[in-house]
């Protein structure tokens, strides 16, 4: 067995009590994939409203299925202030706006030694779920993920990538065996969701590669050569970190390009994406 303690001491973390506490964020209210998608979940993890991160280093986890915790980096705690409530609590383009903010701001500087073992560590929190900051103490690794790997791939219906993650399974095809195999094993009618606006373009992938193959042009270029996408990213390129794939129907390959079309023009009457979204025909 891989004890957490001995992986972060044999990096370089210091070993002494009451030094580094650990932390699995996982909220109902509040998607925290998408704060990560966004770069803003250090802003979120930044402020609390009670005095938790009384340490001297942090170990960051997000949680996931059952009681799992995958690593998202270590911090050193530099300082601590209080909101004197003079400020405005989250800046222009924050995705919760409305969050209550907490009266602490935590300045925390993550630490380079471990960028290579992010979301590849696993770990077993334990029972307790609902303590959410403990401090360090040996428990098990689960399983140390290769370099570029996403998740396990969840079946068609459950899809759902964002822009990162979609160019993470594409650069990544043996870390991400799975996805390749799945997405470019189907036709189908696909769906991008821009989430800043909730605007929709419906898209359709049918030949050799399946959805794979169109996908990759998308990670590539992230407009996929759709010409109100392009548009889009032309006034705002980092518009397109803020996209999230999904499949609304997987299809054999075997069916003709008009069949597939088919599907398409029914989903985009369904969903309204020509008249309210971004389908230009």
């Given at each position: 067995?891989?004890?957490?303690?001995?992986?972060?001491?044999?990096?370089?973390?210091?070993?002494?009590?009451?030094?580094?506490?650990?932390?699995?964020?996982?909220?109902?209210?509040?998607?925290?994939?998408?704060?990560?998608?966004?770069?803003?979940?250090?802003?979120?993890?930044?402020?609390?409203?009670?005095?938790?991160?009384?340490?001297?280093?942090?170990?960051?986890?997000?949680?996931?299925?059952?009681?799992?915790?995958?690593?998202?980096?270590?911090?050193?705690?530099?300082?601590?202030?209080?909101?004197?409530?003079?400020?405005?609590?989250?800046?222009?383009g924050?995705?919760?706006?409305?969050?209550?903010?907490?009266?602490?701001w935590?300045?925390?500087?993550?630490?380079?030694?471990?960028?290579?073992?992010?979301?590849?560590?696993?770990?077993?929190?334990?029972?307790?779920?609902?303590?959410?900051?403990?401090?360090?103490?040996?428990?098990?690794?689960?399983?140390?993920?290769?370099?570029?790997?996403?998740?396990?791939?969840?079946?068609?219906?459950?899809?759902?990538?964002?822009?990162?993650?979609?160019?993470?399974?594409?650069?990544?095809?043996?870390?991400?065996?799975?996805?390749?195999?799945a997405?470019?094993?189907?036709?189908?009618?696909?769906?991008?969701?821009?989430?800043?606006?909730?605007?929709?373009?419906v898209?359709?992938?049918?030949?050799?590669?399946?959805i794979?193959?169109?996908?990759?042009?998308?990670?590539?270029?992230?407009?996929?050569?759709?010409?109100?996408?392009?548009?889009?990213?032309?006034?705002?390129?980092?518009?397109?970190?803020?996209?999230?794939?999904?499949?609304?129907?997987?299809?054999?390959?075997?069916?003709?390009r008009d069949?597939?079309?088919?599907?398409?023009?029914?989903?985009?009457?369904?969903?309204?994406?020509?008249?309210?979204?971004?389908?230009?025909?």
């Open positions: 067995m891989i004890d957490l303690c001995e992986l972060l001491y044999a990096r370089g973390l210091p070993t002494g009590e009451r030094l580094t506490k650990l932390v699995r964020h996982q909220s109902s209210k509040w998607d925290i994939e998408s704060l990560v998608s966004h770069g803003q979940f250090e802003l979120y993890q930044s402020n609390q409203g009670r005095p938790v991160f009384n340490c001297k280093y942090l170990v960051s986890f997000l949680g996931e299925k059952h009681s799992l915790a995958r690593l998202f980096g270590v911090y050193r705690v530099k300082s601590v202030s209080e909101d004197t409530g003079t400020s405005l609590p989250w800046p222009a924050y995705l919760y706006p409305h969050m209550p903010p907490g009266r602490l935590y300045d925390l500087e993550k630490l380079p030694t471990f960028v290579d073992l992010e979301k590849r560590v696993v770990i077993d929190w334990g029972l307790s779920t609902r303590s959410w900051v403990q401090w360090l103490s040996p428990r098990e690794v689960v399983e140390i993920l290769p370099t570029g790997y996403v998740r396990e791939f969840p079946g068609f219906d459950e899809v759902l990538l964002t822009y990162q993650e979609l160019c993470e399974v594409v650069a990544n095809p043996t870390s991400n065996r799975e996805w390749h195999r997405l470019g094993s189907v036709a189908g009618v696909y769906l991008i969701t821009d989430l800043r606006d909730g605007l929709q373009y898209g359709s992938a049918h030949g050799a590669d399946g794979l193959g169109r996908w990759k042009s998308y990670a590539q270029t992230g407009h996929g050569g759709n010409r109100l996408l392009r548009g889009l990213l032309a006034k705002n390129t980092p518009a397109a970190n803020s996209f999230q794939f999904s499949i609304l129907r997987a299809l054999p390959t075997s069916l003709t069949e597939v079309l088919g599907n398409e023009t029914l989903y985009k009457k369904k969903l309204g994406s020509r008249a309210h979204g971004l389908n230009a025909n």
